[in-house]
């Protein structure tokens, strides 16, 4: 069965910063692209992240882009979201997906964890 | 990037209901589009690709059809399990983008 656990989200200041994990489980972890989307509070899910499998290509959306880095570590098989110079608006739930199939269908999501960041 | 439209944004229903949301491109995707469903603090499930596509699993009550930038998702007969949120996502090009939402209550 394939699961995406996030972890390391929580309380942070403003400016401050925070790195989120994703542990994969039940798939060739190394064999596909992952994602990060999120969902801002009362709205709806928006694209973060995405790097490809052997992690040599990483995009970002404008609003993290200089902000945010997406890595990944295939030995552990382990999805990272290291976010930095954090404000007000990143507070959202962050999901972490697998991109299956096409390197853009979100196929499998973990739960989400929840960033907040607020004085 | 592709916006996605998705209506209505909120719907009531009774177990049985036949249940239609509709999600409209800003472009032509091709086909390439999924459905999701997300219940309150759980992974969202994807219930279908390639616009008609089951996934393994999803129960037949679920389909999808395209007409040209129209997608729909159709309930056949809502089951209690149904209540959900429902959201479309497109992955025919860069950023993967979704829509709104679709809030199924019970009536």
């Known amino acids: 069965e394939v699961q995406l656990v996030e972890s390391g989200g929580g309380l942070v200041q403003p400016g401050g910063s925070l790195r989120l994990s994703c542990a994969g489980s039940?798939?060739?972890?190394?064999?596909?692209?992952m994602h990060w989307v999120r969902r801002d509070p009362g709205k709806g899910l928006v694209w973060v992240s995405r790097?490809?499998?052997?992690?040599?290509?990483?995009d970002y959306a404008d609003f993290v882009k200089g902000r945010f880095t997406i890595s990944r570590g295939n030995t552990e098989n382990t999805l990272y979201l290291q976010m930095t110079s954090l404000r007000t608006e990143d507070t959202a739930i962050y999901y972490c997906a697998r991109g299956g199939g096409a390197p853009n269908f979100l196929d499998y999501w973990g739960q989400g964890i929840l960033v907040t960041v607020s004085s | 990037d592709i916006q996605m439209t998705q209506s209505p944004s909120s719907l009531s229903a009774s177990v049985g209901d036949r249940v239609t949301i509709t999600c409209r491109a800003s472009?032509?995707?091709?086909?390439?589009l999924a459905w999701f469903q997300q219940k309150p603090g759980k992974a969202p499930k994807s219930l279908i690709y390639?616009?008609?596509s089951l996934q393994s699993g999803v129960p037949s009550r679920f389909s999808g059809s395209e007409s040209g930038t129209d997608f729909t998702l159709t309930i056949s007969s809502l089951q209690p399990e149904d209540f959900a949120i429902y959201f479309c996502?497109?992955?025919?090009?860069?950023?993967?983008?979704f829509g709104g939402g679709t809030k199924v209550e019970m009536k």
């Open positions: 039940g798939f060739t972890f190394r064999g596909y692209w």
């Open positions: 472009q032509g995707i091709s086909g390439y």
């Open positions: 390639a616009a008609s």
């Open positions: 996502q497109q992955y025919k090009s860069s950023p993967p983008t």
């Open positions: 790097i490809n499998n052997d992690g040599t290509s990483t």
